[in-house]
């Protein structure tokens, strides 16, 4: 068994159609959603942690691929500047994982990017714009 | 037996001044005692880095020819709004300030991303802004309008002007409703989700000299990473406020009023910063140097974390309704922990001043004063302390009837 985490962008075509339910059916994916969201023109993101055998995550991810749903690996989405953060540590309590940490003998946040799910929240409370999301 | 600031800077110059930051006399008090660190330790260097709204800088931009007088007209740096009630070519930015088309709240939460303290932030960093103005014109300045980049490098003075920074001591925010609310103290969780807390402890500057007996009118000073002064009491400073034990306020209490030459300072200790939903300011890096001339004041100077309560304060209601009170009182040893209890409940904490960066200043004042690059100042008149009877108060409002 293996773990995979993405991110999944479906444009506004594929908003409407029950692709995760195939996901489970077809491929024998066990799923965990992280976070979903439709913006306001209707594009639908989706973080998902996949576990299943190898070859049918592979060919899982390729069903999704040719639906049109971009697939990211997740670690990618979240960037932190490490140049722009002052180690305020207003992150700290609004990160639900500890990929945002902070090493209380000295007080310096870090980013641990394995743990992160790319929930944003971390996003808007970071005063100096040092947290990014890549899209 | 008492030193003076004036033997102490003797040392200074001769390379024998016994500096530490306001960390490293916490051991050595304990260690040898008050009376003894006071003798063997010359200065004590604190620091702070955080937020203050009450920031600003003036500058005087140099005259057009033909002349413009831009005073009671309008000026704008990178589209942010500048105060123009001053002579032709003096201008002043606040850190609040943003330009008239930021959409503010409209889609709640706003983001803030540029304002006053940007501005700043990009014109210490070397870099050109767009000024902008309009004039009326006048028979000895008949120009009306200016548009041209201009940097520091242009202007005849550039000076931080900070009506209020350096708080003694502050608030633990948290939120009591059932929605998320966007403060200047950061995101407060609904139902005690989370507490945010803003200072730097143990070395921050008024906390390590509680009664404002070495820091005064005339204190020089490590400013935005330049030097500046002390010239006021800070707007709000208000120390007849509870006090421990120790000499130490309970909560918000004592501030500054401070300004220096904006050319020598840093983008590194003045940064913008942006608070969604609430507004943007300014990052100010302080460090304050305590001369310890007694056993009294090196007492002062070994506060801990663990000696230093604050408030409480309910910002979903209490803080914005202006009803007096809290929910109990914690220390920042506690607060640094990353937990506290609130009503039972244990709920993470997070900063919104930096303590690692106020150590970094701790240090770099402490290096100055050993390199013989900064002396002490006498200070030419006390700030208003406990004895000076001052209440706070809230505007007492005397509205005027429309007809």
Known sequence: MQKKRVVLTFPPSLVGQPITYHLVK???????????????NEQGRLVLELTGLRKQLEDGIAYL????????????????????????????????????????????????????????????????RALEVLI | MAKTIQEINEKIKNGKAVVVTAEEIIDIVEKKGAKKAAAEVDVVTTGTFGPMCSSGAYFNIGHTKPRIKIGGGTCTLNDVPCYTGLAAVDI???????????????????????GGGHVIEELVAGKSVRLKARAYGTNCYPRRELDTLISLKDMNEAVLFNPRNCYQNYNVAVNLSDKVIYTYMGRLQPRLGNANYCSAGQLSPLLNDPYYKTIGIGTRIFLGGGEGYVVWNGTQHNPCVKRGDNGVPRMGAGTLAVMGDLKQMSPAWLKGASFTGYGCTLTVGIG????????????????????????????????????????????????????????????????ISSYSRARTIARL??????????????????LPSVDAGITLRPLNERPVKQK
């Open chain 2, 92 to 114: 002043f930015i606040g850190a609040t300030a943003m330009p008239d088309n930021d959409p503010r709240n409209t889609v709640f939460p706003g983001a803030f991303k540029y």
């Open chain 2, 365 to 382: 004042l402490k290096e100055r004063i050993l390199a013989k690059k900064f002396l002490l100042s006498e200070p030419v008149a006390p």
């Open chain 1, 65 to 128: 691929k040719a639906l049109g749903v971009e697939v990211q690996p997740l670690a990618q989405d979240i960037r932190w500047h490490e140049d722009k953060c002052t180690h305020c540590t207003a992150c700290i309590p609004a990160c639900p994982t500890q990929a945002m940490a902070l090493d209380r003998t000295v007080m310096e946040v870090s980013f641990h990017k394995e743990r992160c799910i790319a929930c944003e929240l971390c996003i808007s409370v970071c005063p100096f």
């Open chain 2, 288 to 351: 304050v140097p305590i001369p310890l001339l007694n056993e009294e004041i090196a007492q002062y100077a070994a506060v801990r974390d663990e000696d230093i309560y604050a408030q409480i304060v309910d910002y979903s209601k209490g803080y914005p309704e202006l009803i007096p009170g809290s929910l109990g009182e914690v220390n920042y040893a506690q607060l640094k922990t990353g937990f506290i209890t609130v009503e039972g409940k244990k709920i993470p904490t997070g900063g």
């Open chain 1, 26 to 40: 077809d491929y024998d994916l066990m799923l965990n959603i992280l976070r979903a969201t439709v913006t306001p």
